[in-house]
T-cell receptor, first 113, second 114 residues
C-alpha cells in the first residue's frame, strides 16, 4: 500500500542554519505530495504541496521538489528561524484532490537562538 | 483563512463512559469532514470520512459501532467514542474540506480514559 517515510526527530539546529528533512514515499499511480506543519498548540497547516513530478512547492522560505525518480519530497530551508520550531509532516494523497491523506510520523524541529 | 475548531481540547473520562468530540468549520461550509487518530510519535491515521447528510465511511479496522460519527450540518461533525476504554486514549484530529479544496485541520482533542 501507499506509505510515507520521513526522518526521525527531533532535529535541533541553530538559528540561520540550513534545514533538510528527508521524505520518501511509496505509491501507485501519481500521488500529490504535501508538507504540513503543526505549531505548538495549533492544528496542522498546509505548508506546501506539489501535484506532479518535478513540481516545486514553496512557502515561507521552505521548498520541496517532487522527485519521481527517487520517490522523494525533501523539505529544505536555507536559513531557519526560532519561529520555525514545530512538527513537520510529509504526506501524500492518492485520491481525487487531497482526499485520503497518508501521513508520515512527523519530525519535530527545534531551532535554538 | 479557513478555521476549524474542536471541542473539547482535552477530556478525561472513566472507562465505560461515552465521550463526544465536536468539529466545527467556523468560516466555511464543509461538504466532507475527516477524523484522524494519532498515537504518540506516530503518524495520523485516518479513521473515517463523513459527508454531510450521509453515513460515514470507515477505514478498515475501525469499529463503526465504537466510533460513531455524525455530520448533521455543513459546519459540524461529531465523533462519539462509546464505552471508552484505556486503549482508546489518543489524540483525535478532525479536518474539514470545502468542495474541491484542501483539507483544513482542527487543533485536536486529547482523550484520556482512566
Amino acid at each position: 500500500g501507499n506509505s510515507v517515510t520521513q526522518m526521525e526527530g527531533p532535529v535541533t539546529l541553530s538559528e540561520e542554519a540550513f534545514l533538510t528533512i528527508n521524505c520518501t514515499y511509496t505509491a501507485t499511480g501519481y500521488p500529490s505530495l504535501f508538507w504540513y506543519v503543526q505549531y505548538p498548540g495549533e492544528g496542522l497547516q498546509l505548508l506546501l504541496k506539489a501535484t506532479k513530478a518535478d513540481d516545486k512547492g514553496s512557502n515561507k522560505g521552505f521548498e520541496a521538489t517532487y522527485r519521481k525518480e527517487t520517490t522523494s519530497f525533501h523539505l529544505e530551508k536555507g536559513s531557519v528561524q526560532v519561529s520555525d520550531s514545530a512538527v513537520y509532516f510529509c504526506a501524500l494523497s492518492d485520491g481525487f484532490g487531497d482526499d485520503k491523506i497518508i501521513f508520515g510520523k512527523g519530525t519535530r524541529l527545534h531551532i535554538l537562538p | 483563512g479557513a478555521v476549524v475548531s474542536q471541542h473539547p481540547s482535552w477530556v478525561i473520562c472513566k472507562s465505560g463512559t461515552s465521550v463526544k468530540i465536536e468539529c466545527r468549520s467556523l468560516d466555511f461550509q464543509a461538504t466532507t469532514m475527516f477524523w484522524y487518530r494519532q498515537f504518540p510519535k506516530q503518524s495520523l491515521m485516518l479513521m473515517a470520512t463523513s459527508n454531510e447528510g450521509s453515513k460515514a465511511t470507515y477505514e478498515q479496522g475501525v469499529e463503526k459501532d465504537k466510533f460513531l460519527i455524525n455530520h448533521a450540518s455543513l459546519t459540524l461533525s461529531t465523533l462519539t467514542v462509546t464505552s471508552a476504554h484505556p486503549e482508546d486514549s489518543s489524540f483525535y484530529i478532525c479536518s474539514a474540506r470545502p468542495r474541491l479544496d484542501t483539507q483544513y485541520f482542527g487543533p485536536g482533542t486529547r482523550l484520556t480514559v482512566l
